[in-house]
């Protein structure tokens, strides 16, 4: 049976982002295993945390007070589910994004585990009240939803099925935090969560204007992150509207008509055609050619930027 204890961690998937979650909970100096069907898989991601822990080392970027060996030595895989599950305080399901094969994982584990593990889904987009429905220990499961890539991006949600105990979201929360992310509580469950919904809402307006010859692809892209974008990593829309004005109410009472205006004249959803898309991925590819070795590139160097700013984010509000 799982035991209560918060120490060990299981990870169910040993793909991107279960890996990154392995780091995560490691470098929090929890011990963790990691779980695939296949050994050679494990092995696999095992190998690669291994190379990647020892280039953040080197580059001084690793998370965590411990050493990487020291890390390392904490995580252990695993391709046996009923002796994965032994001794864990929390599970993270990290499988694809395949609603019936979550269930079925689910499934499987809500007649092997206790009544105190927490079981939470990775999953970006599936519902907690889908996900969960009829488990046993339905109490105890949530999403708990990363950011790409999870170990440069702190912010979680935390999504609860209708009937999730608050101890349980408490204590995930607590969790979060004692590893480094930034949980943020979703009070309850909706399509997309938060994250993506502000993330379509922009990607809508977004294609509007450049499908109706508003802007270009490449300069549309420069108003998020030479503007927007500059702004928002470090206060949300909120706090920027308060910032903007003498304070929310004062914002409110000068823009309030002006935004309402300008909101009215937002198209309907876009349909993504495939004349703006290809016009769009022609624009992408002046500066990142959609190859494998061009957009990896792109990534590791997205990654560093991010590393980078994870650090003077730090900075600040240590000041």
């Known amino acids: 049976m799982a035991s209560s204890e918060p120490g060990d961690v299981l990870i169910l998937g040993s793909?991107?982002?279960g890996r990154s979650w392995a780091m995560l909970f490691a470098s929090g100096g929890f011990k963790v295993k990691l779980y695939d069907i296949e050994q050679q898989q494990v092995t696999n991601a095992l190998e690669t945390i291994r190379k990647e822990m020892k280039i953040l080392e080197q580059s001084g970027s690793l998370r965590g007070s411990l050493s990487s060996e020291e890390q390392l030595s904490l995580i252990s895989g695993c391709s046996n589910i009923q002796a994965a599950v032994e001794g864990a305080g929390h599970i993270q399901e990290c499988i694809p994004e395949n609603l019936e094969l979550k269930k079925k994982i689910f499934a499987q584990l809500d007649q092997i585990v206790d009544d105190k593990v927490v079981l939470s889904s990775s999953t970006s987009c599936l519902l907690p009240s889908k996900l969960f429905a009829g488990l046993a220990h339905v109490k105890q499961c949530l999403v708990v939803h990363p950011v790409n890539p999870p170990y440069y991006v702190p912010l979680v949600e935390?999504?609860?099925?209708p009937e999730t105990a608050p101890a349980t979201m408490d204590r995930t929360y607590a969790l979060m935090q004692k590893i480094g992310q930034s949980p943020v509580r979703i009070m309850k469950e909706i399509d997309g969560f938060v994250l993506n919904r502000l993330q379509y809402a922009i990607i809508g307006e977004a294609w509007r204007l450049v499908e109706e010859g508003i802007v270009s692809p490449s300069d549309l892209d420069l108003v998020m992150s030479d503007g927007l974008g500059m702004r928002y990593a470090f206060i949300g829309p909120l706090e920027t509207m308060h910032l903007n004005a003498e304070g929310m109410l004062n914002y409110c009472d000068r823009y309030r008509e002006g935004m309402k205006r300008v909101l009215?004249?937002?198209?309907?959803?876009?349909?993504?055609?495939?004349?703006?898309?290809?016009k769009v991925n022609q624009a992408m590819c002046v500066n990142v050619p959609?190859?494998?070795e061009h957009l990896g590139a792109r990534r590791q160097w997205?990654?560093?930027?991010l590393l980078r700013l994870a650090k003077l984010k730090r900075q600040m509000q240590s000041q």
């Open 15 to 17: 793909g991107l982002i």
């Open 158 to 161: 935390l999504v609860p099925h």
């Open 264 to 278: 009215k004249t937002f198209g309907p959803i876009p349909d993504f055609s495939r004349a703006t898309t290809e």
């Open 290 to 292: 959609d190859d494998p």
């Open 302 to 305: 997205r990654d560093e930027c």
